[in-house]
T-cell receptor
């Protein structure tokens, strides 16, 4: 297993469901990120963790809840999402904060 | 004014053409410049990384930075159908901030 992995790759959920996205990095990096990618929009940074401490939260709705139990794993817990939350959710890692980032394949989320 | 401007395209060229992709930015605090390539249904992959003004070459790819004009470019020589993807510029600096362009969708036709 190399690089940054994400599971699941695809997720369909109703607005009342609770689900979690998982990210794992095998690069020995200290920083991890969650991004939202919607069609024809720039990547939207959601959360940044450095050495397991959250260092940035870009005014993300509370229905998205991150968790970083160690420097290799990052979760995004989802509950009571809205259809407009449907997007590709990307995880990335970097050696330190805001240096070159390496991305996972993403989770394609559809909220019905 | 957006911090990073990138023409979303789509851009369609014949195989073998030279492709020019560009981004402009407004914040002079950005010091590091990256280009990512993103194939359909995949995450972005780092293509090139530059720091200083000037050119950096890697095979068929050349990244160019003009800090005085706040303008960065990626050139692809002898473009191939396998180069068809979305290309994103990314900028970061000592301001603890990172911004991405919206991405340019490129199609290289055989």
């Amino acid at each position: 297993e190399t690089g940054v992995t994400q599971t699941p790759r695809h997720l369909v959920m109703g607005m009342t469901n609770k689900k979690s996205l998982k990210c794992e990095q095998h690069l020995g990096h200290n920083a991890m990120y969650w991004y939202k990618q919607s069609a024809k929009k720039p990547l939207e940074l959601m959360f940044v963790y450095s050495l397991e401490e959250r260092v940035e939260n870009n005014s993300v709705p509370s229905r998205f809840s991150p968790e970083c139990p160690n420097s290799s794993h990052l979760f995004l817990h989802l509950h009571t999402l809205q259809p407009e939350d449907s997007a590709l959710y990307l995880c990335a890692s970097s050696p330190t904060e805001y240096t070159t980032q390496y991305f996972g394949p993403g989770t394609r989320l559809t909220v019905l | 004014q957006k911090e990073v401007e990138q023409d979303p395209g789509p851009l369609s060229v014949p195989e073998g053409a030279i492709v020019s992709l560009n981004c402009t930015y407004s914040n002079s605090a950005f010091q590091y410049f990256m280009w990512y390539r993103q194939y359909s249904r995949k995450g972005p992959e780092l293509l090139m990384y530059t720091y200083s003004s000037g050119n950096k070459e890697d095979g068929r790819f050349t990244a160019q930075v003009d800090k005085s004009s706040k303008y960065i470019s990626l050139f692809i020589r002898d473009s191939q159908p396998s180069d068809s993807a979305t290309y994103l510029c990314a900028l970061t600096g000592n301001n603890n901030d990172m911004r991405f362009g919206a991405g340019t969708r490129l199609t290289v036709k055989p």
